[in-house]
């Protein structure tokens, strides 16, 4: 991930200049700072994350012959002290809000929510579920995945639990394109349907640097490697 590495090499900066060896502290604390900033500029993190996330459409036409509308997981921390709403991610709940929008508008379908809960005590699959529940959701139109750690075995779940039936997939821009590479590989007849877009365009180039930037930058290092381990599992098989 992009701030650790720079921390990596800053760390070998000084390891440099404890030695006395001037010449590579400089190269190495220069280059860490070079590149902390670069990926928390606007433009370059944009451009990281704008392919990722322009490579599938939103889904404005929605189809009305299709059952299920399956929700991949993120994050979530259980705190009974606060409403659903905060206790679950921003990331999680413009998941939410697109599988609602889609889900007004379909006449009989299901809604599906997948994630387990990692560290948490809370599957993720049941945080979505609430506030489907809060917000007048039938509970026979919520079905739950509670088990699946990652998109994989997502798949292979929502797989096992419709079978070759067409249905709706509602995940982050950014991971739409190695989650389509996974369903179509175990041949799941799914409907992308992209949220929580974050690169709206290319980038200001009068911008300053910023966290949030980096963590833009993040997002689309996660989504590259995974879809480079995605290819070496494939070469591997």
């Not at 889609?102 to 609430?130: C, R, W």
């Not at 798949?155 to 039936?165: D, P, R, T």
């Not at 300053?208 to 494939?234: C, I, V």
Request: glycine residues 4%; hydrophobic residues 40%; charged residues 20%.
């Amino acid at each position: 991930m992009p701030l650790p590495i720079g921390l990596i090499i800053l760390l070998l900066g000084l390891y440099f200049l404890y030695k006395k060896s001037y010449f590579k502290s400089k190269i190495f604390i220069c280059f860490s700072l070079i590149w902390i900033v670069l990926l928390s500029y606007e433009p370059i993190s944009n451009r990281l994350l704008f392919p990722l996330e322009n490579s599938y459409k939103d889904l404005k036409i929605i189809p009305k012959d299709v059952k299920y509308i399956l929700v991949l997981g993120s994050s979530h921390t259980t705190n009974k002290s606060l409403s659903i709403t905060s206790q679950l991610s921003t990331t999680a709940l413009n998941r939410f809000i697109e599988a609602y929008r889609i889900y007004k508008n379909i006449p009989n379908a299901k809604l599906i929510f997948s994630g387990y809960g990692g560290k948490d005590v809370t599957a993720h699959a049941f945080m979505q579920k609430e506030l489907a529940l809060d917000l007048k959701i039938d509970n026979e139109n919520i079905l739950t995945l509670s088990t699946p750690k990652d998109t994989t075995e997502e798949a292979v779940s929502v797989k096992n639990l419709i079978k070759g039936e067409k249905f709706i997939v509602v995940t982050s821009a950014s991971h739409m394109p190695r989650v389509m590479k996974i369903f179509k590989k175990l041949r799941l007849n799914a409907i992308p349907a992209p949220t929580n877009h974050l690169a709206k365009d290319k980038g200001q180039i009068f911008s300053r640097p910023s966290g949030y930037n980096l963590y833009k930058s993040e997002l689309a290092f996660h989504e590259y490697l995974g879809t480079l381990w995605e290819k070496l599992k494939d070469s591997i098989d």
